[in-house]
């Protein structure tokens, strides 16, 4: 099955400790996205690869880290310095063709401080 | 004049009504836009796109209406079955690789 994987579920974080949150894609997709969702919002943007190896912050990437160091791999660290973590992270994927780009979602993971 | 559909963050409709999503976007230069299905605890899921050189598509039981004169999209969904409960997001690409989303409109079917 192709698809976008996010691992773990569910995670939690205790005070000042880096967590680090893993998205996979067996796609072959170029682009590859991280974005937050809180309670009854939309998404906002953490971050976003176009192709390996680069890669340029979103709308809210303080306090967040991430590294594009094969096509199929984004992982996402939340920082200790990101003072409100609490939130469904999303991973998406995309490539685009004839000027049309949708993105594919991984099943997303919870993430909560202790 | 023509009537610009309101943003809500609910609707509820019967099962076998017409449901009209709408909403508002905010990049006159944007070229792309999607809408995406939400259910609970899970991803979005893409539901139909259209490009800036049109005013309608249409998918099977969805079309999108986009008007650039009012930066204005909606999603309508003939017969809306119980299956079609969720939080639909409107998307818009600002620019290569990056899109901005709404927040959302939950829609609850009653049976």
């Known amino acids: 099955d192709g698809g976008i994987t996010q691992s773990p579920k569910y995670l939690f974080r205790k005070e000042g400790q880096n967590v680090t949150l893993s998205c996979e894609q067996n796609l072959n997709h170029d682009a590859m996205y991280w974005y937050r969702q809180d309670p009854g919002q939309g998404l906002r943007l953490i971050y976003y690869s176009q192709i390996v190896n680069d890669f340029q912050k979103g709308d809210i990437a303080e306090g967040y880290s991430v590294s594009r160091e094969k096509k199929e791999s984004f992982p996402l660290t939340v920082t200790s310095a990101q003072k409100n973590p609490t939130a469904f992270y999303l991973c998406a994927s995309s490539m685009e063709t004839g000027g049309r780009e949708k993105l594919f979602f991984g099943s997303g993971t919870q993430l909560s401080v202790l | 004049g023509e009537s610009v559909g309101l943003h809500l963050p609910t609707l509820s409709v019967q099962e076998g009504d017409n449901s009209i999503i709408n909403c508002a976007y905010s990049?006159?230069?944007?070229?792309?836009f999607i809408w995406y299905k939400q259910e609970s605890g899970k991803g979005p899921q893409f539901i139909i796109d259209i490009r800036s050189n049109m005013d309608k598509r249409q998918g099977q039981r969805v079309t999108v209406l986009l008007n650039k004169t009012v930066k204005h999209l909606s999603l309508q969904i003939a017969a809306t079955q119980p299956g079609d409960s969720a939080v639909y997001f409107c998307?818009?690409?600002?620019?290569?690789?990056?899109?901005?989303f709404g927040d959302g409109t939950t829609l609850t079917v009653k049976p």
């Open positions: 998307a818009e690409r600002v620019s290569a690789g990056k899109s901005t």
């Open positions: 990049n006159s230069a944007s070229d792309y």
